[in-house]
């Protein structure tokens, strides 16, 4: 695809957004995820939203026509700005599919219990809009998400303290606050839990890849 055919493209969609993502958000803030009846899924699939009451933000993953060689994701943040959702960033990119299934871990396909994906992030705009005048860029908030893709071992999983359950087909985006760092936040924690209760694997802050995949790793090299 040309770059002036991609511009154009890229606007197009941008505009189609402007009109859905409103309306997207108030679902996903009041009804919890779920497809709405009025929205075709081969078109726009809403694939995973994650609220943080508590913070006031939260972020929305949705593929713009899943399986098929034009898919692409979109991921947007929003924050409550005094008693308004609103959005205040995301970002988009071409690895749009979704996988048919579920998978175990160590199938070809989904090599660790949690998979790292995509994230995005910036400072919080409420933040901003309370703070007219912040001291200095340290003390405004970080508000970052990922992508996650998470095996069929996962009932649930924990990041920080706050439990966020996992959609059918494994693939959810999370949304967190922290400080800022200057450049960026720090992703808290994630933990993969079993239907039995126990921990399965987890991704710390700075991790690339969960602890389950170190350990098959170091098994592999040590053999």
């Given at each position: 695809?040309?770059?002036?055919?991609?511009?154009?493209?890229?606007?197009?969609?941008?505009?189609?957004?402007?009109?859905?993502?409103?309306?997207?958000?108030?679902?996903?803030?009041?009804?919890g995820?779920?497809?709405?009846?009025?929205?075709?899924?081969?078109?726009?699939?809403?694939?995973?939203?994650?609220?943080?009451?508590?913070?006031?933000?939260?972020?929305?993953?949705?593929?713009?026509?899943?399986?098929?060689?034009?898919?692409?994701?979109?991921?947007?943040?929003?924050e409550?700005?005094?008693?308004?959702?609103q959005?205040?960033?995301?970002?988009?990119?071409?690895?749009?599919?979704?996988?048919?299934?579920?998978?175990?871990?160590?199938?070809?396909?989904?090599?660790?219990?949690?998979?790292?994906?995509?994230?995005?992030?910036?400072?919080?705009?409420?933040?901003?809009?309370?703070?007219?005048?912040?001291?200095f860029?340290?003390?405004?908030?970080?508000?970052?998400?990922?992508?996650?893709?998470?095996?069929?071992?996962?009932?649930?999983?924990?990041?920080?303290?706050?439990?966020?359950?996992?959609?059918?087909?494994?693939?959810?985006?999370?949304?967190?606050?922290?400080?800022?760092?200057?450049?960026?936040?720090?992703?808290?924690?994630?933990v993969?839990?079993?239907?039995?209760?126990?921990?399965?694997?987890?991704i710390?802050?700075?991790?690339?890849?969960?602890?389950?995949t170190?350990?098959?790793?170091?098994?592999?090299?040590?053999?």
């Amino acid at each position: 695809m040309s770059i002036r055919a991609e511009l154009r493209r890229m606007r197009r969609m941008d505009r189609w957004m402007q009109i859905i993502l409103p309306r997207m958000i108030r679902r996903v803030v009041d009804n919890g995820v779920s497809q709405p009846g009025w929205l075709p899924g081969r078109w726009l699939t809403l694939v995973s939203g994650d609220i943080d009451r508590d913070a006031g933000i939260g972020a929305v993953w949705l593929v713009w026509r899943p399986r098929s060689s034009k898919a692409v994701t979109h991921t947007a943040l929003i924050e409550r700005c005094g008693e308004k959702w609103q959005y205040t960033g995301g970002g988009s990119g071409s690895d749009g599919d979704l996988p048919a299934e579920r998978l175990a871990a160590g199938q070809p396909g989904q090599v660790g219990i949690i998979e790292l994906g995509g994230g995005s992030g910036g400072l919080s705009h409420a933040y901003r809009l309370q703070h007219r005048h912040p001291d200095f860029i340290g003390t405004i908030p970080w508000v970052g998400s990922n992508e996650l893709q998470v095996a069929a071992e996962v009932d649930h999983l924990l990041l920080g303290d706050r439990r966020i359950e996992v959609p059918a087909h494994g693939r959810l985006i999370v949304v967190w606050k922290s400080p800022s760092t200057g450049r960026v936040g720090i992703r808290p924690s994630i933990v993969a839990v079993g239907r039995d209760g126990s921990e399965l694997s987890r991704i710390g802050p700075h991790d690339s890849m969960d602890s389950y995949t170190w350990a098959r790793l170091s098994g592999e090299a040590e053999q």
